[in-house]
């Protein structure tokens, strides 16, 4: 019996090694692994032994059914084949798709785009990459002048084929070179906002980012005063926060405006009381603004004498940080999902 049993399993695992198809792999399996297969014939005799016998022969019988049962196994699976017939169960819950969303400057720049547009302003874009020309000296700021510190630049360097270089082109460091091109392009009247990314070669810290965003604003008409511009500005404020926020209007020199003003809000995360966000001063600047300088009307084609204008340059990231509660500028650009999750 157990010469009989030794036997066949040798000579099974000697074909099942020669065995090149899944086919054929099924046809051994049966005729050595089946119900009425060669191993099962042997078993059979089994229950007739003796007491001592059965013992044995059973426990021997059970060892080389399952080897063979896990070489057979083995074989299947390099041939590719499966246990079941694949089994889908439609009643399973499916696998979540996660949806994108939109970033917090997107959402609040959404929301100042409605404001906007409702009062009549078209929405504009402008290069980022710019010219000295656009970004300071049309915004009455000239090379020697000491207002091109207040922004520090990433000037690009360029090289001409002769081998001499100018670099007269800048990341610009805010929204208001578009102001120039608006009128160039738009003329008088005008109203519109541009919201966009600007660059500044900064120390980084909680509230200093080499990349930001700003929106800029500028509305030039017939008769247009600062009571103009502090109804907007109000207005913006308004629709972002939606409730009543405290705010205080101080002078702020700007080439480009005059006179110039800076709309401050009371710091929304330490209700004033200062923390490092508001460099512990309880406010925080948001809204530099001002009247259009003559000299910026001329440089966009637009006639001082007939025309006035106001312009404003809104910090975006600094309006997302303030409506958030968010305390480090670094967490937008930073890519860290655990943030941007919460959006
Ligand atoms: N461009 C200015 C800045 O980024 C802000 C500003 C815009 C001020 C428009 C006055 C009018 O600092």
Known sequence: ????????????????????????????????????????????SIPSLNGEEKKIFGALGNEI???????????RIFFGGKRERGFIDITLPGEKIEGGHLHPITL?????ENIFT??????????????????????????????????????IARTDADGTGVSDLVLRTHTSPVQIRAM???????????????????????????????????????????????????????GIFKRAVDTRIRPGY????????????????CGGAGCPACKHSGWLELLPAGMVH???????????????????????????MMKYGIEDIRLFNGGDLRFLKQF
């Not at 919201?195 to 965003?213: C, K, L, M, Q, W």
């Not at 700007?254 to 995360?269: H, Q, T």
């Not at 003559?294 to 600094?318: H, K």
Request: glycine share 8%.
């Open 118 to 155: 409702s009062m009549g302003f078209m929405i504009l874009d402008g290069p980022e990459l710019e010219s000295d020309y656009y970004n300071f000296e049309a915004l009455n700021i000239p090379p020697y002048h000491p207002a091109r510190d207040m922004q520090d630049t990433f000037y």
């Open 108 to 112: 609040v720049q959404n929301d100042l």
């Open 184 to 238: 160039q392009k738009y003329g008088a009247p005008f109203r519109g906002v541009v919201p966009g990314r600007v660059f500044r070669s900064e120390n980084i810290d909680a509230s200093h980012e080499h990349t930001f965003y700003q929106m800029e604003g500028l509305m030039v008409d017939k008769d247009i005063s600062i009571d103009n511009l502090i109804f907007t500005l109000k207005q913006l404020l308004n």
């Open 294 to 320: 003559p000299n910026v009307l001329r440089a966009g084609g637009i006639d001082p004498d007939i025309y006035s204008g106001f312009a404003f340059g809104l910090g975006l990231t600094r309006l997302a």
């Open 65 to 75: 059914k399952n080897e063979l049962a896990k070489k057979f196994e083995e074989k």
């Open 1 to 44: 019996m157990e010469e009989k049993l030794r036997q066949l399993k040798d000579k099974a695992l000697r074909e099942l090694e020669r065995v090149s198809d899944l086919n054929s792999f099924r046809d051994l399996e049966i005729k050595y692994l089946g119900r009425k297969g060669e191993l099962a014939e042997i078993l059979k």
């Open 254 to 269: 700007f080439p480009f405006v005059e006179p110039g003003i800076e709309l401050d809000i009371k710091c929304a995360l």
